[in-house]
């Protein structure tokens, strides 16, 4: 094997490496928790909607101390806009109360986007 072929073997392997990395670092969408919410009549995973797009809130809230305590609480109560004027319905508006345990699986798959 040559070195040009060496090189190429190794930044293939290095590529499907990184790709295998982030796959198994993603959480699954908790589905079941996202129907029961409606959180898609209002967000999408990567594109904004009428809210911003679950990965815009990643990136927004990432490294940001308390900010899943935060979103829990706003998902769970409702709140003030921080995104435009929309403000978070409140949990009788899209799909009932919502358990803190729950609140807590939410928010923490949205900020793993």
Known sequence: ???????????????LLLAATS???AQSE?????????CMFCH????PFLAPSFQQIAVRYRGVP???GMLEQK???GGQPHWGDMAMPL?????????????HTLIQWVLSQ
């Not at 094997?1 to 590529?15: G, K, W």
């Not at 999408?44 to 594109?47: C, E, F, H, K, V």
């Open 91 to 103: 949990p009788p508006d899209r799909g009932g109360s919502i358990t803190p345990e729950d609140a």
């Open 66 to 68: 308390n900010a899943q």
């Open 75 to 77: 998902l769970r109560v």
């Open 44 to 47: 999408t995973r990567d594109a």
């Open 23 to 25: 796959t198994a670092l």
């Open 30 to 38: 908790p589905t079941a928790l996202v129907d029961q919410q409606h």
């Open 1 to 15: 094997m040559n070195a040009r072929s060496l090189h190429y073997l190794a930044a293939s392997a290095f590529a």
